[in-house]
Structures are given as C-alpha cells and as structure tokens.
C-alpha cells in the first residue's frame, strides 16, 4: 500500500521540519516524532470514526505511511500535516467500509461488537461532528481538538484557507443547530 | 450580540471541553494496559513506539473488513446448499423468465485476460432472499441523500441468527421492534437509524437519516416490502427495488470473488468473469470483472447501496450507475475501483468492476460490451472455472521472508524489516488469493503483550502472526475440545526477539469459545497467553 507524495511546502508548523539525523539514520528521528504524535492521532481518527478500535488501527497505519514516506525522501518538512492528512483520508475510508459491512452483517444477525465507550467523553457532541459532511467533519475536529489555525488545517486538509473558513463556518453553525436549536419565533 | 453568536460561543465552550474529555479518556485507556502474565519479568519488551492502548473492555474489536467476507463465505454456503439441490432433483437451477443472453467484452486494456469464470450462486434456492425498496425525494439535487429502506428477510431461523438485540425497544405496528443509531446507512453516507422486528417468515428492517421519520415510516412498512405514502415524508418516492442479496455480490466481487461454491451452479445463474493478468504477481493488481444474473431495472440504482459516492451515466443507451470506492486499496491500489451498472432489454442486470483502472476505461469496457457467440461462455467457463493458484512477488529490498504458504487459492508470507524491530512496519503480512484478491497489513498496536498477535483470514485460512516477547520453547492456539494449532517460532536476523506464525482453516475453531493463544517454556509451563485475538474462534 502506498500513499501519495508529500504535503507540499507551506506554512504548516514550521518547526516541525524533520530530517534524517545525519549520523542516527531515521529512525529514532521517527520514532520520537511518533511517540509524541500517537494518542493526538488517534483521538483525531476517533472524532472522524466514532470507533476506538478503528481509530487505533487508522493512526497505526497513518504512522506507517509516514513512516515510509519518512524514510523514503530523508525526512519529511511537515510530517504533523502528512500524518493528520492521512488519518482524514482513511478514516473517511474506514468509516464508509464499516457502514458497507455493518449493513450486510446486520442483516444476517450478526452485528460488530459495540464500539468502546470512553467514560467522560462528550458523545453527543462529536456524534454531531461526525454528521457533518466529511470535509466539515475533518475542519472542526482539528478545530476544537487540536486548536490548530486556519492556515494549517488547510494545509493538513490541502485545501484554500478560505475554503476551509467556509467549512468551519457552516460546521459550527450546523453543529449548534444540531445540539442547541434556536428557539422557535413566537407570536408577534 | 445575537442569539447566533451565543450559541456559537457556547459551542466552541463545548467543542473545547469535549476535546479536553476525550483526550483524558484516551490517556486514561493507554494507562490502563492489561498487566502481562506472572510468568513475565525480565522478559517485559521495551515500550513499542506505536503503542496503542488496549480496549477497555479487554477485548480487541477486529478489522471489520474481514467480518465482510465472513458474510460472503456465509453467502457462499448457501450457495453450496444450492448446488446440493439442483444436482439432488435435477431442477433448473435458478427461475428466470427466459434465457440469458451474455454480454463479453469486445474491448480490454491492454495485458488482461480472462483469469476466473464462474456462475453466480443464487441463495434463494436455498430459501434465503432478500428485498429492498428505497425511497427519496425525487426533486431534490441527490435524491439519494436522504432516504428510507426497507428490507425484508426471508431466511432458515438458523441463519438468520436471534431476533435484532440492543439498542432501544420501540412497538412497530404493534410487533417488538430494537431502534438502533448506526454510523453510516442504506444509500447515504451519514449517521442513519434503523429500525429491526421480527415477522412470520423472517425481519423487516427500516432505516434512514431520522429517528422520527424511520419510525413513521416502519408503522407504514410491508412486507412487499414498501412504505406506504402514509408513513413517507412529502415528496418521497420508490427510487429503486430488487434484490438485497444482489447487493451482497458486490461484496464478493470486491475480494476478487473467490468462493468455490459457485462453480457447482448452472450457467443459468448467471456469469462473472474476471479478467486480469496471470502473470501479475503484485499484491495491487489491475482487473476488470464482469457479472451478469437475472435482475429488473429498477435494481440499477442499488449500485448506490453499496458505492455511495456515484451518479447516473448512460450504458448502451440504458440507464445506468456508476461510482467509485477506495475499499480495498491493498487489491485495487490508488485507483480504487469503479463499478458501472445497468439493465439490459432482456431483463440481464449487468455490472462491471474495475480495480485499479480509470472511470473512462470502465465505462469504455461497458460500452464495448457485445453478444457472446453460440458456445463462448460455455467455452470461457470450461477453460476458466477456477484460477491459477496466485503466487507472491519477489520480496521488498530490505525485507526477509520469515514464513511462508499457502491458502486455497493463493500465499501468504510473513515478512520482517531488519532495519526495524520492534517498531512499526516491522512485520508485515502479504497474501494474494482467488482472482484479484490480496491483503497486506502491519503490526505495531500491541494490545495483549507479550503475546502481541494479529490475525488475517482469507481464502479459507487464517494466519495468525506477531512478535514473542517472552522466552518459549512453543507457542499453540487451542480452545477446550479442539485440536491445538502449533504456531511456528522464527528466529529473525537481527531482532531481538523471534516471530510466531502459523495457518489454519478458518473455521478450525468455529463454535469454539475461549480461544486463547499459549506460549510454553521447554518444561511445559505457560509463560504468556493471548486471550482476545482469536476469543470468538
């Protein structure tokens, strides 16, 4: 399995440049990058999958893609921006196959374990998340969980800033009309 | 300020605490890792990089895409419940309301060839249908956005499994009914409802995007099935009707259609033949399949049901579907696969998939579909009906074979990067099978150590491999009552600790509950168990 090629130069977390250690090789580099990035990812997956499991197994492989493409070109500018885009792409992936399967097991009586319940998490709130449309869905949850900036949640998603404005701005208003509709007008 | 901007103030108050919530829960699972077997001191591996935290309920949720198959391997029973009738009474094998007339192509890419072709089996002989209406608004600019199914079961009570569980009990027209919120639904790709209950010959299920729509629209459901006006919102309409089990071929042809089972059924059942390179031996493979059964028009649209991302296209002048997916990207590379479908005169529903290859290529192939010839798919099938074994490529640079063998159809190997023990990528599964079919995945999660297993099942074998992390002298899967599997234990060059690998029929401990994977020192006693990668047997 491969991915595509890496996340162009930007502005995204210009501190976050990575390069082969000139004597170490890359891998404790990487390794380092990883133990720090892992659980941020995997919580990402998660606002996008709903599934604990899913979740891990996405950042998992969103790691090995970076991995590969770490090694591969000597390091990466922006390896925070590679990891997240490919969480976004395949949790959107997973979460289309797991509808597929869920439907077909479902009907055969033979429904997927329930997903992990995370004890204090806010279910109805990133329930709300996930109807969004995936683009929306992607912009607010690196929005509210990682407080990223317009300029690097564009990079991450590769689209305009002003794109992803427009994202933010229709999926927090679809969110509160979601969790706290507007009252009703009464009577003039 | 507005209404607006409080409510918005108030959302990004939540947003941040919900972020704050789930990040605390997460910490809190990784923190929470089972505590390895009293037989493990000194042995305790250094901490992976990728070191994902366990379930909380002490069990890890599968790759659900192999549940898929399983459901495919179920379909394909019944399929040989099927083949067992027909040469049984020497009936016709499927109804139809006249001959078929099969369509090849008279255009391929360049390098592919027929490689499989093999009838379709049909589950309704084995008295197992399904039936599934949609409906949608018409006028909207995707009609398929928002819409209700509903779906009736015919089915043995053996395979139809226990009344629907969990969830929330409603009262549907009086009968018990389980309403559930599910992920993703019928012909959408959004959260959906559905609603579940039991009927003399088998389930009616409804669902759609809205808890008080699936409901008023379930106290209207037949079992034609349909959704009466009464219980429909403004403007809905039927958008497409036929055969559910249909749908689940999609799901067979997308793994490369590899069940043996069909091989047994007559021509009539209907065709699928796919065409590929035999001599590709790359897990990403480019093919082209073409299935063709019995099927009304109005069943061209439940393409959608299963590739929701698609719209209409024209083939042959027909109405047609056409839509992409991504699934399976490990057999279809970045390309993904595109399927095109549509109803031809006489009644022949005809779809063609295409993995790895271009939307203008599938649609090319389509188009250039053309009249088979007296005797040419007689002729297919005979030189055809089952595919040469698949063979694995050269291994990677920089890669070893740890082991290897083989499936019904195919191989797997196990193979580890030297450069990288213990860490992410270090191992690494690849199988092909069947026609099309190939898997590749990695380690790295970790969740029971020191047993830090994975299991991959397909074309009939599971393999189940990782990392010892503890010193045995053998490692065995077992459950009470079933013959133990021995694992294999592999010294890698350069890593410090052995690879455990092994193969087994996939339905070696089907029934089974309390699987456990045990290692064993040289005098028998266990050091480390793995008690959740193959729980449910």
């Known amino acids: 399995m491969t991915v595509s090629g890496p996340i162009p130069d930007s502005g995204v977390g210009q501190g976050d440049v990575a390069q082969t250690d000139e004597g170490g090789g890359a891998q404790p580099a990487f390794d380092a990058f990883a133990r720090e990035q892992r659980r941020a990812l995997v919580a990402f997956a998660w606002t996008l999958t709903g599934d604990v499991g899913v979740a891990e197994d996405v950042a998992q492989d969103a790691l090995h893609a970076t991995w590969q493409a770490w090694e591969r070109d000597g390091g990466l500018r922006h390896p925070e921006a590679w990891a997240r885009q490919v969480v976004a792409n395949r949790a959107a992936d997973r979460v289309r196959r797991a509808g597929r399967e869920r439907r077909a097991l479902g009907l055969l009586g033979a429904r997927p374990d329930p997903t992990v319940d995370l004890p204090t998490t806010d279910h109805e709130f990133w329930d709300a998340v996930r109807a969004l449309p995936d683009r929306q869905a992607q912009a607010i949850a690196l929005h509210y969980l990682e407080d990223r900036p317009v300029a690097e949640i564009a990079e991450i998603l590769g689209c305009a800033p002003a794109t992803v404005k427009v994202h933010l701005h229709r999926g927090r208003r679809a969110l509160a009309d979601a969790l706290a509709p507007a009252p009703e007008e009464g009577p003039q | 300020m507005t209404a607006t901007d409080d409510r918005l103030d108030a959302l990004d108050d939540r947003g941040r605490a919900a972020a704050r919530t789930l990040l605390s829960d997460l910490a809190r699972r990784a923190s929470a890792?089972?505590?390895?077997?009293?037989?493990?001191?000194?042995?305790?591996?250094?901490?992976?990089?990728?070191?994902?935290?366990?379930?909380?309920?002490?069990?890890?949720?599968?790759?659900?895409?192999?549940?898929?198959?399983?459901?495919?391997?179920?379909?394909?029973a019944v399929a040989g419940a099927v083949a067992v009738v027909i040469a049984d009474d020497g009936r016709s094998p499927v109804s139809s309301s006249g001959p078929l007339h099969y369509l090849l192509p008279s255009w391929?890419?360049?390098?592919?060839?027929?490689?499989r072709a093999t009838g379709i089996p049909d589950p309704a002989s084995a008295g197992f249908t399904a039936d599934v209406a949609v409906y949608g608004d018409p006028d909207r600019d995707d009609p398929w956005s928002a819409t209700l199914a509903v779906v009736h079961?015919?089915?043995?009570?053996?395979?139809?499994?226990?009344?629907?569980?969990?969830?929330?009990?409603v009262t549907v027209a009086g009968h018990d009914a389980r309403?559930?919120?599910?992920?993703?639904?019928?012909?959408?790709?959004?959260?959906?409802?559905?609603?579940?209950?039991?009927?003399?010959?088998?389930?009616?299920?409804?669902?759609?995007?809205?808890?008080?729509?699936?409901l008023a629209a379930a106290e209207a459901a037949t079992t034609e099935p349909a959704i009466a006006g009464s219980g429909l919102p403004d403007g809905y309409q039927e958008l497409a009707r036929g055969p559910f089990t249909d749908s689940l071929l999609f799901t067979s042809l997308f793994e490369g259609f590899g069940g043996d089972a069909a091989d047994t059924v007559g021509d009539d059942s209907g065709l699928v033949v796919t065409y590929g390179d035999p001599a590709d031996r790359d897990t990403v493979r480019t093919a082209v399949v073409v299935a063709q059964r019995p099927g009304p028009a109005s069943a061209v649209d439940l393409l959608r049901i299963w590739v929701p991302d698609a719209e209409a296209t024209s083939v042959h002048g027909r109405p047609a579907v056409i839509g992409r997916t991504r699934e399976l990207a490990g057999s279809a590379g970045e390309n993904g696969v595109v399927a095109v479908q549509w109803a031809e005169p006489d009644g022949q529903l005809v779809t063609v998939v295409g993995f790895g290859v271009a939307e203008d290529v599938v649609l090319q192939v389509a188009e250039g579909m053309r009249p088979a010839t007296a005797g040419e798919v007689a002729a297919l099938r005979e030189a055809h009906a089952v595919p040469a074994p698949r063979e694995l490529g050269a291994v990677p640079d920089g890669q070893v074979a740890v082991a290897t063998g083989d499936s019904r159809t195919g191989q797997w190997r196990i193979l580890a990067d030297a450069r990288r023990h213990d860490n992410i990528g270090a191992l690494t599964i690849e199988r092909v099978w069947g026609a099309i079919g190939s898997t590749s995945s990695t380690t790295g999660d970790r969740v029971e150590p020191p047993l830090d297993l994975g299991a991959d099942y397909s074309d009939g074998t599971a393999v189940v491999w990782g990392v010892l992390w503890v010193d045995a002298a053998s490692v065995t899967a077992e459950a009470p009552g079933v013959?133990?599997?021995?694992?294999?234990?592999?010294?890698?060059t350069g890593w410090d600790h052995p690879v455990v690998a092994g193969a087994f029929p996939d339905d070696h401990f089907r029934g089974a509950s309390d699987v456990v994977v045990v290692a064993r020192d040289a005098d028998g006693r266990e050091v480390a168990r793995n008690t959740t990668l193959l729980a449910d047997g």
């Not at chain 2, 391929?108 to 490689?115: K, N, R, S, Y």
């Not at chain 2, 079961?153 to 009990?169: H, K, Q, R, T, V």
């Not at chain 2, 013959?483 to 890698?492: N, R």
């Open chain 2, 33 to 76: 890792a089972p505590v390895a077997p009293a037989t493990e001191s000194s042995g305790q591996p250094e901490p992976w990089v990728i070191q994902l935290g366990p379930p909380a309920g002490g069990r890890r949720p599968v790759r659900r895409w192999w549940l898929a198959a399983a459901v495919v391997t179920l379909l394909m």
């Open chain 2, 108 to 115: 391929l890419p360049a390098g592919l060839q027929p490689v």
């Open chain 2, 153 to 169: 079961l015919i089915a043995p009570e053996a395979l139809l499994g226990d009344a629907p569980s969990g969830g929330e009990e």
């Open chain 2, 179 to 214: 309403l559930s919120n599910q992920s993703e639904g019928l012909g959408s790709s959004g959260p959906t409802w559905e609603v579940a209950w039991q009927v003399d010959d088998g389930r009616l299920i409804v669902s759609g995007p809205h808890r008080a729509d699936v």
């Open chain 2, 483 to 492: 013959e133990p599997v021995p694992l294999a234990i592999h010294e890698v």
